[in-house]
């Protein structure tokens, strides 16, 4: 803080102490006093002017004065503050100071032991290795002596093993000459050695060049058996090259197979292609086709609507025709399908007639009986194609009745008024266009059975034994009309229109 700031300068204020130059003061005093005395009165009220100026201007002077005065005790009691906050810090320092300097001290007194601790140690382990080397000094000594004694030892040694050099020298002078004598010995020994060993390599040379002989032969037989496999050997290479000629046009073939299972794919994959064009149009008729489903349905469902409304019609139209008016229709029509039969069930229709077959045996008036009673009359004859069908007829049952004792049928026809005119039940004579008699019929034999001697006036049809032969349609016999046959029945076929 600078308290010079806040201090009012004291230079800025103009006042000249009062008595600062009395003699200026008392020279105007004088010039006041110097005129008439007129003018006191005037004198005394600008002298009392004055004194209350500069009692105003003192009194300001007081008042700046003590202002700078209190300012400057508050500064120094700030100040006072601040050095006692520093004596504080600073005792706080130094008592952490001595605090450290004590611990330092401890810390050196410590320090200081344990060095003179040291140093006494050191001194003691001096001390020791004195002694030590003392000792070593005297053992060295005594090493001393007792090397140089060894020495003097060693000395005596020498000379006794020189001497024994010598001795051993003339030995082995001695001992060379025995050697010599005996090298030459040894000499002869060789020779007779070598002698022996020369001819004992004669030998060994004989037994190598039979060996050699032998190995030549060897040599000889293994050159033939390489020969041998040489040859083998080449058929082999032949042969693998042949194999390789096989496989080489093998896999030529495989090349070929392979370009064309790669065509094949190709063909393949535009198939695939074709086909997924053709999926996805069938794609499309599926689309159409659904929608073409949506409006049958529709159309179905107007069609049960209908179907409904026809089935009502049809019951109606039933409940008529099942009427008991009506009731033989049903003898030719199917109840449940409506579909009728221009002929009974069991009949046969063949050019606008109906013809049936019954099972059983019967006279002719009885068999003709019967054929009424169904609504027609014994079969006639027209013409070529009626003969036909009706031949064809008992053939057939013939051959799908083999239970069935089968003779002849029945046709109406007969000759009972006058011996040999034939006349068919509706009246007509029989024309020479339309006959067809079996070979030799009619010939109206007289059976031993037959009584009242009536002979053979009835004619009845005889199956052929093979259909479409010659003359397989010539198969009417004549026949005695009280013997029992199959019948051949005709009805005329309900006509619609
Ligand atoms: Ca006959």
């Given at each position: 803080?600078?308290?010079?700031?806040?201090?009012?300068?004291?230079?800025?204020?103009?006042?000249?102490?009062?008595?600062?130059?009395?003699?200026?003061?008392?020279?105007?005093?004088?010039?006041?006093?110097?005129?008439?005395?007129?003018?006191?009165?005037?004198?005394?009220?600008?002298?009392?002017?004055?004194?209350?100026?500069?009692?105003?201007?003192?009194?300001?002077?007081?008042?700046?004065?003590?202002?700078?005065?209190?300012?400057?005790?508050?500064?120094?009691?700030?100040?006072?503050?601040?050095?006692?906050?520093?004596?504080?810090?600073?005792?706080?320092?130094?008592?952490?100071?001595?605090?450290?300097?004590?611990?330092?001290?401890?810390?050196?007194?410590?320090?200081?032991?344990?060095?003179?601790?040291?140093?006494?140690?050191?001194?003691?382990?001096?001390?020791?290795?004195?002694?030590?080397?003392?000792?070593?000094?005297?053992?060295?000594?005594?090493?001393?002596?007792?090397?140089?004694?060894?020495?003097?030892?060693?000395?005596n040694r020498l000379s006794l093993l020189l001497n024994a050099t010598q001795l051993k020298s003339s030995l082995l002078l001695n001992n060379a000459s025995k050697e010599n004598n005996r090298l030459?010995?040894?000499?002869?020994?060789?020779?007779?050695?070598?002698?022996?060993?020369?001819?004992?390599?004669?030998?060994?040379?004989?037994?190598?060049?039979?060996?050699?002989?032998?190995?030549?032969?060897?040599?000889?037989?293994?050159?033939?058996?390489?020969?041998?496999?040489?040859?083998?050997?080449?058929?082999?290479?032949?042969?693998?090259?042949?194999?390789?000629?096989?496989?080489?046009?093998?896999?030529?073939?495989?090349?070929?197979?392979?370009?064309?299972?790669?065509?094949?794919?190709?063909?393949?994959?535009?198939?695939?292609?074709?086909?997924?064009?053709?999926?996805?149009?069938?794609?499309?008729?599926?689309?159409?086709?659904?929608?073409?489903?949506?409006?049958?349905?529709?159309?179905?469902?107007?069609?049960?609507?209908?179907?409904?409304?026809?089935?009502?019609?049809?019951?109606?139209?039933?409940?008529?025709?099942?009427?008991?008016?009506?009731?033989?229709?049903?003898?030719?029509?199917?109840?449940?399908?409506?579909?009728?039969?221009?002929?009974?069930?069991?009949?046969?229709?063949?050019?606008?007639?109906?013809?049936?077959?019954?099972?059983?045996?019967?006279?002719?008036?009885?068999?003709?009986?019967?054929?009424?009673?169904?609504?027609?009359?014994?079969?006639?004859?027209?013409?070529?194609?009626?003969?036909?069908?009706?031949?064809?007829?008992?053939?057939?049952?013939?051959?799908?009745?083999?239970?069935?004792?089968?003779?002849?049928?029945?046709?109406?026809?007969?000759?009972?008024?006058?011996?040999?005119?034939?006349?068919?039940?509706?009246?007509?004579?029989?024309?020479?266009?339309?006959?067809?008699?079996?070979?030799?019929?009619?010939?109206?034999?007289?059976?031993?059975?037959?009584?009242?001697?009536?002979?053979?006036?009835?004619?009845?049809?005889?199956?052929?034994?093979?259909?479409?032969?010659?003359?397989?349609?010539?198969?009417?016999?004549?026949?005695?009309?009280?013997?029992?046959?199959?019948?051949?029945?005709?009805?005329?076929?309900?006509?619609?229109?």
């Amino acid at each position: 803080m600078d308290n010079k700031d806040d201090m009012i300068n004291l230079e800025d204020i103009q006042v000249s102490p009062r008595g600062e130059d009395p003699g200026e003061e008392e020279a105007k005093i004088a010039d006041v006093e110097a005129p008439a005395p007129k003018c006191n009165t005037i004198e005394v009220s600008l002298l009392l002017n004055n004194a209350s100026k500069e009692n105003n201007r003192l009194s300001l002077l007081l008042n700046a004065t003590q202002l700078n005065f209190s300012l400057l005790l508050n500064n120094a009691s700030k100040e006072n503050n601040r050095l006692s906050l520093l004596l504080n810090a600073t005792q706080l320092k130094s008592s952490l100071l001595l605090n450290n300097a004590s611990k330092e001290n401890n810390r050196l007194s410590l320090l200081l032991n344990a060095t003179q601790l040291k140093s006494s140690l050191l001194l003691n382990n001096s001390v020791k290795e004195n002694n030590r080397l003392s000792l070593l000094l005297n053992a060295t000594q005594l090493n001393f002596s007792l090397l140089l004694n060894n020495a003097s030892k060693e000395n005596n040694r020498l000379s006794l093993l020189l001497n024994a050099t010598q001795l051993k020298s003339s030995l082995l002078l001695n001992n060379a000459s025995k050697e010599n004598n005996r090298l030459s010995l040894l000499l002869n020994a060789t020779q007779l050695n070598f002698s022996l060993l020369l001819n004992n390599s004669v030998k060994e040379n004989n037994r190598l060049s039979l060996l050699l002989n032998a190995t030549q032969l060897n040599f000889i037989l293994l050159l033939n058996n390489a020969s041998k496999e040489n040859n083998r050997l080449s058929l082999f290479l032949k042969s693998t090259l042949q194999e390789k000629k096989d496989l080489q046009l093998k896999n030529k073939e495989l090349d070929t197979f392979l370009n064309k299972t790669l065509k094949s794919f190709n063909v393949v994959s535009e198939e695939n292609s074709l086909l997924n064009l053709h999926w996805n149009k069938s794609l499309n008729t599926i689309e159409i086709l659904t929608a073409d489903s949506q409006q049958l349905r529709q159309v179905l469902n107007y069609e049960k609507q209908t179907t409904t409304q026809l089935e009502t019609e049809n019951r109606l139209q039933k409940s008529i025709l099942f009427s008991n008016r009506l009731s033989f229709l049903w003898k030719l029509c199917d109840k449940d399908t409506l579909k009728c039969s221009r002929c009974l069930p069991g009949w046969a229709e063949h050019a606008s007639r109906c013809y049936i077959l019954p099972k059983g045996q019967e006279k002719w008036e009885k068999a003709r009986r019967n054929c009424i009673d169904d609504g027609g009359d014994l079969a006639v004859v027209l013409n070529a194609d009626d003969q036909a069908f009706l031949t064809n007829m008992t053939f057939q049952f013939v051959h799908q009745h083999p239970e069935e004792r089968f003779l002849s049928a029945w046709i109406g026809l007969e000759d009972m008024v006058k011996e040999g005119v034939h006349l068919w039940v509706d009246g007509n004579k029989v024309t020479w266009r339309v006959i067809y008699w079996k070979k030799d019929e009619p010939n109206n034999a007289m059976a031993s059975w037959d009584r009242d001697r009536a002979g053979q006036d009835c004619v009845a049809i005889v199956p052929p034994k093979v259909i479409g032969e010659k003359h397989w349609l010539n198969s009417w016999d004549d026949i005695v009309c009280g013997g029992k046959r199959h019948y051949l029945c005709e009805a005329t076929a309900l006509s619609l229109s």
